[in-house]
C-alpha cells in the first residue's frame, strides 16, 4: 500500500472542472478523487489558489455606474 | 440585534466583568471598599443581578438561598441561576450554596454610596469652580472627541498613504499591544484585521476594549490593579464640566492621568495642574448615554435620543449610499467597504460594489460587520422600511463573502493500493478512532487523512505488517 503526501482540495463540480482544465497547461493533480476532491501537490497550493482567482473574475461582469 | 435583547435578560454582559471575573478574591474587596468602585460596577451588571443585589442590601443577616428561589417562577429558574452564578464568580455574593450574604465590604461601601454617608472622597474631590481659565463643557467635548478621532483616523489611514496626525507615544505601545495594529519594515504601523473590526464597534465598545488592554498591562509597569481599577471607576461616577482636585489620588493615579489625557478621558489645563476635568468619554463609561457629543456640522449639543441621532446613512436596492455627514473619520470607515463617488457640504455618495466589498473582506472585515454597521447608522428615515436594509443588498454582500470560500484544502497524506478490502477497512476503522479521516472512498479503496495523524496511521501499519 502507498501514502501519498499532497493537499485535499474540497470544492463544487464546476471549480474542479476549472482546475481541471487549469491542469493541462501546468501539472499540479495527483489525483483525481470525486465530484468534489482532488488531490494536489503541496507546494503548488498558493499558486492554484492565484490562477483559480484570477480564473473565476474572468467570468464575473459588474455594473460601473 | 434586536432592541428588546439590548436590556434584557438574554444580553451579553459587560466587557470588563469577565476581567473583574478573573481577579482574586482579595482584589476584588479591596476594589469594593471604595463606594464609587461599587457604584460603577452596580451599573454593569445586569438586571437580574441589580435586584438580587439590591434585595440583599440592607438586610444583616445571611438569607437562606430557598428564600430567594421561592420568589422565581420556572421559566425564570435559568436566568436566575446564572446570575447567581456569575455574581459568586465576581465575589459579590459569599457562598450561595446555602446561604445569600453580600461580600460585607461592598455591603457596607455600597451603602454609604446610596446614602450619601462617610468621608471616604472616593467620589472625588470638587474644587470650586469660577478660576479663570477653567473649561466649559464645550471645550471638554471637542478635546475628546480630537483626541479620540486622532486615535481612530491614524489606525483607519494608515497603509493608504495619508500621513494623519499621530497620537502620542503612549497610545501607540496600547494599539501595538492590543493587536489592533502592527509595526512592519521598521517603524510604520499598519492596521490589521483586528484593527478593522474594531473601527466598526460603537465608541463605547471601543473604549472599553483599549481600557481592558490597558488594565492588562497594568500588571507589567509595576501599577496596581486596584487603583487602575478605582480610579477609572471613580471617573465614571464624575460630573462632566466640574474640575476635580489631584491632592487625593495616588502615585499611580497620577501617573494614570498622564495616560488618560492621551485617551482623551481627562483633560488638564496643564500637565503639572492640581485639578483635572473629567470629558464625556469618562463620565459614560459605566453609562448607555453616547460617549462622543452628537456631531453635526454646527457644532450643535443637544442630547436626543442615542440611535436617533446617530443615524446617518441610506442606503438603496441599487446599492447607493448616501451618508449625511461631514466628519472625515466616518468618511473613512466608510471608504473601508464603499466605494465613494463624492462629497458635498453635508452629504457622501457612494455605492457598495463587489470591489469594494472584496477589498474589505480580504481586509479581515466579515459581511456580517459591515452589514451590522449599516444597520447600527442607518437614518432614521430608514426605519420605515421593513426590513432595515434592503434584503438585496444584504444578501449580495453575504454572497460576495461565500465567492471566497469556494475552494477549501487541507493537508495530509493519500492512502491507497490497499493489498485487499479487509486491510483497507481495518487501518480505516483505526484512523476513524483517531478521527484523523477527512475523506474516504470504499469502491477505491482510498481515504484521505490528516497531517498530524500520519505518525499514528504509518505506524499502525508498519507494525501490523511487520507482525502479520
Keep these: 500500500m502507498k501514502a501519498i503526501k499532497g493537499v485535499l482540495l474540497t470544492c463544487d463540480p464546476a471549480v474542479k472542472q476549472l482546475l481541471v482544465n487549469m491542469d493541462e497547461k501546468q501539472h499540479f493533480i495527483i489525483q483525481d478523487l470525486d465530484d468534489n476532491h482532488l488531490l494536489i501537490k503541496a507546494d503548488e497550493e498558493d499558486r492554484v489558489r492565484k490562477e483559480l482567482d484570477a480564473e473565476l473574475e474572468r467570468n464575473t461582469y459588474s455594473l460601473d455606474t | 440585534m434586536p432592541p428588546a435583547a439590548a436590556r434584557g435578560l438574554d444580553a451579553i454582559p459587560h466587557s470588563l466583568l469577565p476581567f473583574l471575573q478573573s481577579q482574586s478574591q482579595n482584589s476584588l474587596t479591596r476594589l469594593y471598599s471604595r463606594p464609587s468602585s461599587c457604584l460603577a460596577i452596580f451599573r454593569l451588571l445586569g438586571p437580574m443581578e441589580r435586584q438580587i443585589v439590591m434585595n440583599l442590601l440592607w438586610i444583616d443577616s445571611s438569607v437562606l438561598t430557598s428564600t430567594l ?16 452564578a456569575s455574581l459568586a464568580r465576581l465575589h459579590i455574593i459569599m457562598n450561595p450554596s446555602s446561604k445569600l450574604t453580600l461580600n460585607s465590604t461592598l455591603k457596607s461601601a455600597f451603602r454609604m454610596a446610596i446614602t450619601g454617608d462617610g468621608e471616604h472622597r472616593s467620589f472625588g474631590v470638587p474644587t470650586e469652580r469660577g478660576e479663570k481659565r477653567s473649561a466649559s463643557v464645550e471645550v471638554l467635548d471637542a478635546y475628546a472627541v480630537e483626541r479620540w478621532e486622532t486615535i481612530l483616523h491614524f489606525m483607519v489611514s494608515s497603509g493608504t498613504g495619508q500621513v494623519p496626525a499621530k497620537p502620542s507615544q503612549g497610545v501607540l505601545y496600547l494599539l501595538q499591544r492590543s493587536g489592533l495594529m ?123 435620543a442615542e440611535s436617533i441621532s446617530d443615524g446617518f446613512i441610506i442606503l ?15 468618511t473613512a470607515v466608510l471608504n473601508l467597504f464603499a466605494t465613494l463617488k463624492s462629497r458635498f457640504p453635508n452629504l457622501v455618495v457612494g455605492s457598495i460594489t463587489r470591489d469594494s466589498v472584496k477589498k474589505a473582506l480580504a481586509n479581515g472585515i466579515s459581511a456580517d460587520q459591515i452589514i451590522s454597521y449599516l444597520t447600527a447608522h442607518a437614518h432614521p428615515q430608514m426605519r420605515k422600511n421593513n426590513p432595515l436594509l434592503p434584503v438585496t443588498v444584504q444578501d449580495q454582500i453575504r454572497l460576495w463573502e461565500l465567492e471566497k470560500n469556494r475552494l477549501k484544502s487541507q493537508d495530509g497524506y493519500l492512502y491507497t493500493a490497499f493489498a485487499s478490502q479487509a486491510d483497507y477497512e481495518f487501518v480505516l476503522d483505526y484512523a476513524r478512532k483517531l478521527g484523523v479521516v477527512l475523506w474516504e472512498n470504499s469502491a477505491k479503496r482510498c481515504f484521505f487523512g490528516t497531517l498530524e495523524g500520519h505518525v499514528n496511521v504509518r505506524g499502525f501499519i508498519e507494525r501490523r505488517t511487520g507482525g502479520g
Design chain 2, 69 to 84: 428561589d421561592s420568589w422565581i417562577m420556572r421559566d425564570g429558574r435559568k436566568h436566575y441561576e446564572a446570575a447567581i
Design chain 2, 182 to 304: 502592527a509595526t512592519m519594515l521598521g517603524t510604520n504601523m499598519k492596521i490589521t484585521s483586528a484593527g478593522f473590526q474594531f473601527l466598526l464597534h460603537s465608541p463605547h465598545e471601543q473604549l472599553w476594549t483599549l481600557l481592558l488592554q490597558y488594565l492588562h498591562m497594568a500588571e507589567e509597569r509595576q501599577m496596581d490593579l486596584v487603583e487602575v481599577l478605582s480610579f477609572l471607576l471613580m471617573l465614571s461616577t464624575m460630573e462632566l464640566g466640574q474640575d476635580y482636585s489631584t491632592e487625593n489620588l495616588s502615585p499611580t493615579q497620577l501617573t494614570m492621568l498622564e495616560d488618560l489625557r492621551d485617551y482623551g478621558l481627562v483633560w488638564q489645563r496643564k500637565p503639572s495642574s492640581r485639578r483635572f476635568n473629567p470629558t464625556r468619554l469618562a463620565t459614560t463609561l459605566t453609562s448607555s448615554s453616547p460617549p462622543l457629543p452628537t456631531t453635526s456640522s454646527t457644532g450643535n449639543l443637544t442630547q436626543h
Design chain 2, 316 to 330: 438603496e436596492t441599487n446599492y447607493r449610499l448616501y451618508a449625511y455627514t461631514d466628519n472625515p473619520l466616518q
